[in-house]
Each structure stands twice: as structure tokens, then as C-alpha cells.
């Protein structure tokens, strides 16, 4: 989708469809009816202000209302919907939430897909009528950068296990960085032994092709501040491993390395942007296979860090590749790490699926994080990492167990946090993103991948960024 400017209402006859936004708090919540040809009118209920979360998706609505009606082109007036919804923030912001929700809305992933005779019915051009100042203007070019990456990033995550290897993700990864100025390298299994990485060798044994460990830099300030480091959990496909996930728990386990596409995705938007950060971001991928080389259940595995792992659980695998990409991060004598996983389905059970789950020793850092999530539209919501917890990581005949000897059913996404804080040195967050993973209904989004939560590392990388300046 193209989406242009235009300060000449008079222009706007020959732009399309006009979309007319008008506020009509006597009829429903949110209607939109075609009164001629030629205008469509999105009607809102109440009086009560446009919050961010309700412009999100309301601008996400629009957009695949229109591709619904297979509509090319549209025009609206940016004070139509800013004065007549009185939208409650900047226009600034709201601009640049505009840019990225439009974008994100017009995605689908038609990879596989032979185009139908009529076309896709895709919305091809938006003309954004008002008198623009240049911040403003680059809250657009910005929001589109931003909504790019997002929309790589689903389809990376949205690509089947079949064709979804830990080398074809690094194959992609190193493609997608081409131009953006972020450099990518990629570590073998030979190299991974070199490093003693025995807990992502130990869980991507099963698979038919090594495992990769992908690194991602963008060096953004030539001052030499520590920098942040991002880790993304990069299981090519989870099918549980001998300890079997049941079908219907199988199905979306491609989209298991969303964390490390994600954190990849990142990099790749704030380099296009050059924000002035140093950032470096680590994908520990692997296939968590069945076969005769599998990692059994009782294995003890030695990681990188020397402490042992005591596998309880071949399923609960992305902690253990996690681990070691934790032991890694340590070199970079990081200011900050952010883990993104989808990291267990007991997120889900405690979040639904509206919000990340966000865990940190720092409540400081969590309500941060939080409050990203809030601004980006990538929500979160915190939980407790008390070392009232630690039991369960107490391991049997290994260190640290990767799942809890006893009351395996409580508390699954904390007892994932608190097996990443025995790797981890330093201020750290982890964003358990299965919640997250796929979009659901309200989103107003495509099918599949959600592409959370790039939009929130990269609001904490332009953070970041300000503080260097
Ligand atoms: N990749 C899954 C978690 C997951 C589930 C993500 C559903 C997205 C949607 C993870 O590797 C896993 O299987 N976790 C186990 C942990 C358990 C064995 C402690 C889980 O959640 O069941
Ligand atoms: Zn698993
Ligand atoms: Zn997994």
C-alpha cells in the first residue's frame, strides 16, 4: 500500500474513495455504510475520547473493512478523524500509529497462494488529506519503516517448519539485513561446540539439519556505551520432542521462532531509521525433532554458563536453547538484555491472548516495558519473578531443572522466567510472547503471525537511542 499526503482538498475528488469519519453516539459502537459510490462513513458511539488502544483498532478496522469491499483507493481527511473523534494524544503520535496500524492491516500472507483472476483485492493507495508539519510528516515515514518490519517479520514467522530450517532462517535473516546497515553472522555446529553451547546442541540433536546461532549488530553511535542485547527464541518447529506435544498443540509450532524473528525484525527497523544505539540481537535456533538422536527425557545437558540442565521435559526447549544465548550475551557486558519467547502455553492460560507476559528482577524495568507495550500497541502485562519461586528450577541430578519436579501445572510461564534467571547477569527482561504470537479476534490483523512485539523493542531502542545522544 502506498500511503500519500496531499494538502489540497480541492484535489480530493480525484482520490478515490472518501472514507468520512463522523462521531454518532446514538447508533452502534461502529458502523460503516456506503452511502454513494463514492464515500464510505465510518460512524463511532460514544463521546468519550479516542484512547490509543480504541485508535488502533480502529484504523485497523477501516483498512480491512475497505479490502473486504475490494476497494484500490481511498482518501480521508486526518482533521476528520483526529477534531470529529477527538483522538486524546499528539498528532505526532497518533500519525505515526496511523502509518504503522494501516500498513500492519493491509498485510496478509499469500506466499503459498496463487493469485485469484480478480486480484487480491489489496488496498493499493491511501491519500491522507491535512496540512502537515514536517515532524508530522516524519511520523508517517517512520510508522511505514516501523510497519515494514512488523509485516517481514510475520512472514518470516508465518513460513511453514518444512521450509523453515535453522539454516534457511539464517538464510532469510542475512537476506532481510541487506541495505538496512545491521550485519548478520552465523555460528555452525562446529563453532557452537568450540563454545561448549551443550544445552542448544542438546535440543536440536533430533533434527536432520545442525542447529544455527544467528547474531544480528547494528552499531548505530561510534560512542563506545555498552550495548543492548536482545535474545529471540528461534525453534524452527516444536513438536514437543519425545515428550510429545498431542496434534491439535502441534499445529501452529512453526511459529516458534517468532521471539528471534521479532528481535531480528527490530534491529533491521531501527538501523533503517539509524537510531543511535548499539544493539545486538542472538537467535539460538534449532528443530525440536523426534528420532532416534533426540535429547531424551532425564538427559542432563552441561550449557555454556558450566551449570548443568536436567531435562525433565524435552518440551520445554526454548529455555534450554535460551540459556546458552544468555551465557553468550555476557561478553557484550550488556546495559540491558530483553529475551522474547514463545515460551509456554501457561501464558496463555493466564493472559488470554491480548497480552505479552512480562517478567523482570527489576519492577522498574518490567513497568517500563509495560509502559512501551502501551504506547507501541504491543500490550504486556507483568508477573512476579520472586526468588519465593526458585524451587522450581531445583534440579534432580543436574543444577537446574527445565521443568519443576512437582506442580508442573502451576505457575508454567513463571517457572520459565526463573529458569532464565540462573543465565542471566545484569539488568534483564523477559517477554513471554506465546500469548502474542498469533492474532485473534479484535485484532483486526491477518491470520497468523501478530509480529509482536517489534513495535515495542523498537520504542525502547529510539528510548535508548535519545539517552546516547
Ligand atoms: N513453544 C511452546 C510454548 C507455546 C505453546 C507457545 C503454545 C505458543 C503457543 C514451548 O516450547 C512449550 O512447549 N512449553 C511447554 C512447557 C512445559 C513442558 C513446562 C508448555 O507450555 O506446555
Ligand atoms: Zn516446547
Ligand atoms: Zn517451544
Same mark, same amino acid.
Given at each position: 500500500?502506498? +500511503?500519500h499526503?496531499?494538502?489540497?482538498?480541492?484535489?480530493i475528488?480525484?482520490?478515490g474513495?472518501?472514507?468520512?469519519?463522523v462521531?454518532?453516539? &446514538?447508533?452502534?459502537?461502529?458502523?460503516?455504510?456506503?452511502?454513494?459510490?463514492?464515500?464510505?462513513q465510518?460512524?463511532i458511539?460514544d463521546?468519550?475520547?479516542?484512547?490509543?488502544?480504541?485508535?488502533?483498532? +480502529?484504523?485497523?478496522?477501516?483498512?480491512?473493512?475497505?479490502?473486504?469491499?475490494?476497494?484500490?483507493?481511498v482518501?480521508?481527511?486526518f482533521?476528520?478523524?483526529v477534531?470529529?473523534?477527538d483522538?486524546?494524544?499528539?498528532?505526532? !503520535?497518533?500519525?505515526?500509529?496511523?502509518?504503522?496500524?494501516t500498513?500492519?492491516?493491509?498485510?496478509?500472507?499469500?506466499?503459498?497462494?496463487?493469485?485469484?483472476? !480478480?486480484?487480491?483485492?489489496?488496498?493499493?493507495?491511501?491519500?491522507?488529506?491535512?496540512?502537515?508539519?514536517?515532524e508530522?510528516?516524519?511520523?508517517?515515514?517512520?510508522?511505514?519503516?516501523?510497519?515494514?518490519?512488523?509485516?517481514?517479520c510475520?512472514?518470516?514467522?508465518?513460513?511453514p517448519?518444512?521450509?523453515?530450517?535453522?539454516?534457511?532462517l539464517?538464510?532469510?535473516? %542475512?537476506? #532481510?539485513?541487506?541495505g538496512?546497515?545491521a550485519?548478520?553472522?552465523?555460528?555452525?555446529k562446529?563453532?557452537?561446540e568450540?563454545?561448549?553451547?551443550? #544445552?542448544?546442541?542438546?535440543?536440536?540433536?533430533g #533434527?536432520?539439519?545442525?542447529?544455527?546461532?544467528?547474531i544480528?549488530?547494528?552499531?548505530?553511535?561510534? /560512542?563506545?556505551?555498552a550495548?543492548?542485547?536482545?535474545?529471540?527464541?528461534?525453534?524452527?518447529?516444536?513438536?514437543g520432542?519425545?515428550?510429545?506435544?498431542?496434534?491439535?498443540?502441534?499445529?501452529?509450532m512453526?511459529?516458534?521462532?517468532?521471539?528471534?524473528?521479532?528481535v531480528?525484525?527490530?534491529?533491521?527497523?531501527v #538501523?533503517?531509521?539509524?537510531v543511535p544505539?548499539?544493539? %545486538?540481537a542472538?537467535?539460538?535456533?534449532?528443530?525440536?525433532?523426534?528420532?532416534?538422536?533426540?535429547?531424551?527425557?532425564?538427559d542432563?545437558?552441561?550449557?555454556?554458563?558450566?551449570?548443568?540442565?536436567?531435562?525433565?521435559?524435552? &518440551?520445554?526447549?526454548?529455555?534450554?536453547?535460551?540459556a &546458552?544465548?544468555?551465557?553468550?550475551?555476557?561478553?557484550?557486558?550488556?546495559?540491558?538484555?530483553?529475551?522474547?519467547a514463545?515460551?509456554?502455553?501457561?501464558?496463555l492460560?493466564?493472559?488470554?491472548?491480548?497480552?505479552?507476559?512480562?517478567?523482570?528482577? !527489576?519492577?522498574?524495568l518490567?513497568?517500563?516495558?509495560?509502559r512501551l507495550?502501551?504506547?507501541?500497541?504491543?500490550?504486556?502485562?507483568?508477573?512476579?519473578?520472586?526468588?519465593?519461586?526458585k524451587d522450581?528450577? /531445583?534440579?534432580?541430578?543436574? &543444577?537446574?531443572?527445565?521443568?519443576?519436579? /512437582?506442580?508442573?501445572?502451576?505457575?508454567?510461564? %513463571?517457572?520459565g522466567?526463573?529458569f532464565?534467571?540462573?543465565?542471566?547477569?545484569?539488568?534483564?527482561?523477559?517477554?513471554?510472547m506465546?500469548?502474542r504470537?498469533?492474532?485473534?479476534a479484535?485484532?483486526?490483523?491477518a491470520?497468523?503471525?501478530a509480529?509482536?512485539?517489534?513495535r515495542?523493542?523498537?520504542?525502547?531502542?529510539?528510548e535508548?537511542?535519545?539517552?546516547?545522544?
Amino acid at each position: 500500500m502506498k +500511503l500519500h499526503t496531499n494538502n489540497n482538498l480541492s484535489s480530493i475528488v480525484s482520490s478515490g474513495t472518501r472514507v468520512v469519519f463522523v462521531s454518532n453516539h &446514538d447508533r452502534c459502537e461502529y458502523y460503516m455504510k456506503d452511502d454513494a459510490s463514492s464515500v464510505l462513513q465510518v460512524g463511532i458511539k460514544d463521546k468519550t475520547p479516542l484512547t490509543r488502544r480504541r485508535f488502533i483498532t +480502529l484504523v485497523r478496522r477501516v483498512v480491512r473493512e475497505i479490502q473486504a469491499r475490494k476497494i484500490a483507493s481511498v482518501c480521508m481527511v486526518f482533521d476528520d478523524i483526529v477534531g470529529v473523534l477527538d483522538v486524546g494524544f499528539s498528532h505526532v !503520535d497518533a500519525l505515526r500509529l496511523f502509518a504503522e496500524n494501516t500498513h500492519m492491516a493491509g498485510y496478509e500472507y499469500r506466499v503459498y497462494k496463487e493469485k485469484p483472476k !480478480d486480484g487480491w483485492g489489496t488496498l493499493e493507495e491511501l491519500t491522507l488529506f491535512g496540512d502537515f508539519r514536517v515532524e508530522e510528516k516524519q511520523a508517517l515515514v517512520v510508522g511505514e519503516m516501523v510497519a515494514r518490519e512488523v509485516n517481514a517479520c510475520r512472514d518470516l514467522a508465518n513460513t511453514p517448519g518444512g521450509d523453515m530450517t535453522p539454516q534457511l532462517l539464517a538464510r532469510e535473516i %542475512i537476506r #532481510a539485513s541487506k541495505g538496512t546497515g545491521a550485519t548478520v553472522k552465523v555460528l555452525g555446529k562446529k563453532e557452537m561446540e568450540t563454545l561448549k553451547m551443550g #544445552a542448544i546442541l542438546g535440543v536440536g540433536r533430533g #533434527a536432520k539439519e545442525e542447529p544455527k546461532f544467528i547474531i544480528v549488530e547494528y552499531r548505530g553511535t561510534k /560512542k563506545r556505551a555498552a550495548p543492548i542485547v536482545l535474545v529471540g527464541k528461534g525453534i524452527t518447529f516444536d513438536t514437543g520432542g519425545l515428550s510429545l506435544k498431542p496434534a491439535d498443540y502441534m499445529l501452529d509450532m512453526h511459529l516458534d521462532m517468532s521471539g528471534g524473528s521479532a528481535v531480528a525484525h527490530a534491529v533491521f527497523a531501527v #538501523a533503517r531509521m539509524k537510531v543511535p544505539v548499539h544493539v %545486538i540481537a542472538l537467535i539460538p535456533s534449532a528443530e525440536n525433532a523426534v528420532s532416534g538422536e533426540s535429547y531424551r527425557p532425564g538427559d542432563v545437558l552441561r550449557s555454556m554458563s558450566g551449570k548443568t540442565i536436567d531435562v525433565l521435559n524435552t &518440551d520445554a526447549e526454548g529455555r534450554i536453547v535460551l540459556a &546458552d544465548a544468555l551465557t553468550y550475551a555476557k561478553r557484550y557486558k550488556p546495559s540491558l538484555i530483553i529475551d522474547v519467547a514463545t515460551l509456554t502455553g501457561a501464558s496463555l492460560v493466564a493472559l488470554g491472548t491480548k497480552a505479552n507476559a512480562v517478567m523482570s528482577p !527489576d519492577d522498574t524495568l518490567a513497568s517500563r516495558v509495560c509502559r512501551l507495550g502501551e504506547e507501541s500497541g504491543d500490550y504486556c502485562w507483568q508477573l512476579p519473578l520472586w526468588e519465593e519461586y526458585k524451587d522450581m528450577v /531445583k534440579g534432580r541430578h543436574g &543444577d537446574i531443572a527445565n521443568i519443576p519436579i /512437582k506442580n508442573s501445572r502451576e505457575a508454567g510461564t %513463571i517457572g520459565g522466567g526463573m529458569f532464565l534467571a540462573e543465565f542471566v547477569e545484569g539488568p534483564w527482561v523477559h517477554i513471554d510472547m506465546a500469548p502474542r504470537m498469533v492474532s485473534c479476534a479484535g485484532d483486526f490483523l491477518a491470520e497468523g503471525a501478530a509480529g509482536a512485539p517489534v513495535r515495542l523493542l523498537v520504542r525502547l531502542l529510539e528510548e535508548e537511542g535519545k539517552k546516547t545522544l
